[in-house]
C-alpha cells in the first residue's frame, strides 16, 4: 500500500505563487509516476501534471509554462512538488495527489487553492 500526504495549499491573489507537496510512504519502490489532478465546483477531476520515476514530465495545456512538477526520492519516501506561478481565478479547485502503484492509482486527501481576484 502508499499512503500520501499533501501540504501547501491555501488563498493566493492572482499572478501569485503557490507550492504544494506530497509525500509517499509504504511501497514506494511500487510507484511508477505520480501526478497532480485537480477539481473545481461542477467541473470534472482534471490532470494537471505527471512527473514518471524516469523525470519525464506532462502538462495540461491550461497550466503549461505556468506550473513546474518535480519530485525527490529517499529510499522509504516519494515526494511531487507543484510549483504554480502565474495562478489565475480558473486554477481555484481542490488538488489531488496521485500515486500510480502497479497499475492502481492511489488518491491524497486533496487540498484546497484559492485564487482570488
Known amino acids: 500500500q502508499v499512503q500520501l500526504v499533501e501540504s501547501g495549499g491555501g488563498l493566493v491573489q492572482a499572478g501569485g505563487s503557490l507550492t504544494l507537496s506530497c509525500t509517499a510512504s509504504?511501497?514506494?519502490?511500487?510507484?511508477?509516476?505520480m501526478a497532480w489532478h485537480r477539481q473545481a465546483p461542477g467541473n470534472e477531476r482534471e490532470r494537471v501534471a505527471l512527473?514518471?520515476?524516469?523525470?519525464?514530465?506532462?502538462?495540461a495545456d491550461s497550466v503549461k509554462g505556468r506550473f513546474t512538477i518535480s519530485k525527490d526520492s529517499t529510499e522509504n519516501t516519494y515526494t511531487v512538488y507543484l510549483q504554480m506561478n502565474s495562478l489565475e481565478q480558473e486554477d481555484t479547485a481542490v488538488y489531488y495527489c496521485?500515486?500510480?502503484?502497479?497499475?492502481?492509482?492511489?488518491w491524497g486527501q486533496g487540498t484546497q487553492v484559492t485564487v482570488s481576484s
Open positions: 512527473i514518471r520515476r524516469s523525470g519525464s514530465t506532462d502538462y
Open positions: 509504504g511501497r514506494v519502490f511500487t510507484i511508477d509516476a
Open positions: 496521485t500515486a500510480y502503484s502497479l497499475g492502481s492509482p492511489h
